[in-house]
């Protein structure tokens, strides 16, 4: 209520605070509706990739399943078939499988 009255009661070519609360308002919703909900997703990823561990099944970015065997600093050992073996960096890790 006091916003309206204050933005009553500019004067025409002076300072208007309606001239920023648009933008302002545009930029908070765009915050609390793309940019928040990102980070947390970014964080449950970051958190399930540091609690992978061995025999934990999992898909890559690239859509390859399969069964981690060891967990390096930045890679994985993972078990696609048998007897076939592939390094993933971790950051390829999209989730675990099912």
Sequence with gaps: MLLLLLLQDAAPG???LGGLLFPLLIL?????FLIRPQ??????RRAMI???KKGDRVVT????????????????LVEVDQNTKLRFEKNAV???AA
């Design 94 to 96: 999209t989730g675990k």
């Design 28 to 32: 908070v919703v765009f915050y609390l």
């Design 61 to 76: 970015a690239g859509g390859i399943h399969g069964t981690v065997l060891k967990v390096e600093d930045t890679s994985l």
């Design 14 to 16: 002076g300072f208007a």
């Design 39 to 44: 980070q947390t997703r970014e964080k449950k």
């Design 50 to 52: 540091d609690e992978l």
